[in-house]
């Protein structure tokens, strides 16, 4: 079983196709390679295949194919190697754990929050600093709100990042770097591709005030006018401070550490050395060319991440 091949479950649930190409074992292997727990892939297996197995025959399945992960953690050397690499180095020990495994490196949640604890114990004592009480957020379900806003770090270097995610689930909807995230017509294309792909309508959708989210508060107002709820028409688009859009807010301190803080140190470190001048628009039409779709790529990777994660219940 390839290692590249976990990077593609979210296609392979989608495609119908996929139930006559692989067998039972192969989607075993794959939710086994993306990091999932026992438990986990037999929810995955009987929900999204139709499959139903004990917890003993799944684990026969994954001995049968030499997937075991206590007898295939990786040397030690490969595992610091990995957590220093790349952009994600500023993530915790789960999703630094979740990204180790596409680079093909394996190793235990506890292996990996040691190396982290000696290899950045700063960071390490950083993160767990930020426990807060929250208020309580009410939500009805998958797709009932929605929560988008932009993402202006990387703007001094010519790319902006525009984000959505549900308010229920956490689940990211969409994650891109475009030139700018206050061009009306990206946002709506963003939205109306998000509604291709569920088929519907989300009832509410909170943003913040700006002239960016024009063309998709008319088309929300359009496609939930004639609803016979307390959420239609004008009643469907919520725009206002970001105290609001606490939902996605949230996130933006989340991608800094996944990726974000990378790139804005890597266009920082170019500017300081004199190669790129951010007042010049040409310098800055050469970054989009050249990163923009690189960056896309690492946004990608970011958004699988995001949605694989595990999802604290929430305190109330």
């Known amino acids: 079983m390839d290692m590249e091949g976990h990077g593609y479950i979210g296609a392979l649930i989608n495609n119908q196709q996929a139930h006559t190409i692989l067998d039972r074992d192969q989607f075993a292997a794959l939710y086994y390679l993306a990091g999932n727990i026992i438990r986990e892939i037999i929810g995955f297996l009987t929900v999204c295949h139709g499959v139903a197995i004990s917890e003993r025959q799944l684990h026969r399945i994954l001995r049968r194919l030499n997937l075991v992960r206590r007898h295939n953690e990786s040397p030690l050397e490969d595992i610091i190697t990995a957590i220093q690499a790349g952009s994600g180095r500023n993530t915790g020990y789960r999703l630094m754990q979740r990204r180790m495994l596409d680079t093909g490196v394996n190793a235990s ?5 040691v190396a982290l604890t000696v290899l950045d114990a700063d960071g390490v004592h ?17 797709n009932f709100a929605i ?24 689940r990211l909807l969409w994650l891109k770097a475009c030139s700018s995230n206050k061009n009306p017509q990206y946002i709506a294309h963003f939205y109306l591709n998000y509604i291709r792909e569920i088929n519907g309508v989300p009832c509410l959708i909170y943003a913040d005030r700006g002239t960016e989210n024009v063309i998709v508060r008319d088309l929300q107002y359009a496609l939930r006018w004639h609803h016979r709820d307390s959420f239609e028409g ?3 688009f919520v725009d206002g401070s970001s105290n609001r859009n606490m939902r996605i807010e949230r996130f933006w301190r989340n991608l800094r550490s996944m990726c974000g803080q990378s ?6 470190g170019m500017a300081d050395y004199g190669i790129l001048d951010t007042s010049d628009m040409i310098h800055l039409e050469c970054v989009r060319y050249c990163f923009m779709p690189l960056i896309n790529v690492d946004l990608q990777n970011t958004l699988r991440y995001w949605n694989e994660h595990r999802v604290r219940r929430s305190r109330t």
Request: hydrophobic content about 35%; overall charge positive; charged content about 25%.
């Open 109 to 113: 949640l506890e292996t990996v929050r």
């Open 234 to 236: 004008l009643s469907s």
């Open 126 to 142: 950083a993160r767990g600093r930020h426990v807060l009480r929250r208020r309580q957020y009410l939500n009805q379900g998958p």
């Open 263 to 268: 790139w804005i140190d890597v266009f920082k």
């Open 147 to 170: 929560h988008m806003d932009g993402w202006d770090k990387l703007k001094p270097f010519g790319i902006s990042i525009h984000a959505a995610i549900d308010g229920y689930s956490r």
